[in-house]
């Protein structure tokens, strides 16, 4: 049941970025909003989940976006993988922490594709500081969600966004 429902986090965070991202943009950066899933399973589960679910949603997002299919796989896999490696030594329980995590995370994310993407030719520096951008976004929304979301277990009781499998 936990894989139905992460799949289904995966797949609106995929087509939430793709339908809405430019109506959320900033300044050009776009939450890269199935990362902020791709983060929790990863160190809530193990190397396999963070793998998969990494791979599942770099495949939609590369669904997406057709421009070099693959780049959002290879780095959205390396980052699950790596963060359910690193699992067993993060602190997961502060906010602030996770933030943290999250931002290295989607900065990896968002310059590793950039980097993949330009290997062509050198692009210049706005895609580069565009993809700071929207690691820095995705961060401050993931912990936004993470807030209400820890918010919502403390008020109604809710358990199991946090409660993975250690």
């Known amino acids: 049941m ?6 289904l986090w995966l797949a609106a ?3 939430a970025y793709a339908t809405l991202g430019q109506e959320i943009a900033l300044l050009g ?21 963070g793998n998969l679910s990494g791979f599942g949603a770099g495949f939609l997002l590369d669904l997406f976006s057709l421009e070099w299919f693959g780049a959002s796989m290879l780095v959205g896999s390396a980052v699950g993988y790596t963060l359910g490696v690193a699992r067993k030594h993060l602190v997961i329980g502060n906010l ?22 330009s290997a062509r030719g050198a ?14 976004y995705t961060a401050l929304v993931g912990i936004a969600w993470w807030f209400c979301v820890d918010l919502a277990r403390g008020i109604f009781g809710w358990r199991g966004l946090w409660d993975g499998a250690r």
């Open 96 to 117: 602030a922490t996770r933030g943290i995590i999250l931002l290295v995370s989607a900065e990896v994310f968002a310059l590793g594709v950039v980097l993949i993407k």
């Open 13 to 15: 965070g995929a087509i």
């Open 123 to 136: 692009p210049g520096p706005e895609p580069f500081i565009t993809a700071l951008g929207s690691g820095i």
């Open 29 to 49: 950066a776009v939450p890269i909003l199935p990362l902020i899933t791709i983060v929790r399973i990863a160190i809530t589960s193990d190397e396999l989940a």
């Open 2 to 7: 936990r894989w139905i429902v992460e799949a």
